[in-house]
């Protein structure tokens, strides 16, 4: 009778994990929302957005003619310059 229950607690143990380990699509932002934090921080003209990990990495032409790479994360939105 504790084999079934056990293995019952066991899938739903494994369903919560592999539920919070994966974010949907709902849950992150897009490379459009990306490129729109990253130049409100870093103006400029994008010239290449990439996924590396859980974040979005925008690649600037800034107006000096340097260019940066600004990484934005996937589901927070955070900014920070690479």
């Known amino acids: 009778m504790q084999l079934p229950l056990c293995f ?4 739903f ?3 919560l994990i592999f539920t919070q380990a994966h974010a949907t699509p709902q849950d992150t932002i897009s ?5 729109q934090l ?3 921080k870093q103006p400029g003209k994008t010239l290449k ?4 990990g859980d974040y979005f990495v925008v690649r600037i032409l800034q107006s000096d ?6 990484k934005v994360h996937k ?5 920070k310059k690479d």
Do not use: P, Y
């Open 65 to 70: 003619g340097r260019i940066i790479d600004v």
């Open 8 to 11: 019952a607690m066991f899938i």
């Open 13 to 15: 143990v494994c369903s």
């Open 75 to 79: 589901v927070t939105g955070e900014v």
């Open 38 to 40: 990253a130049t409100t």
């Open 31 to 35: 490379k459009k929302e990306a490129v």
């Open 49 to 52: 957005i990439s996924l590396e």
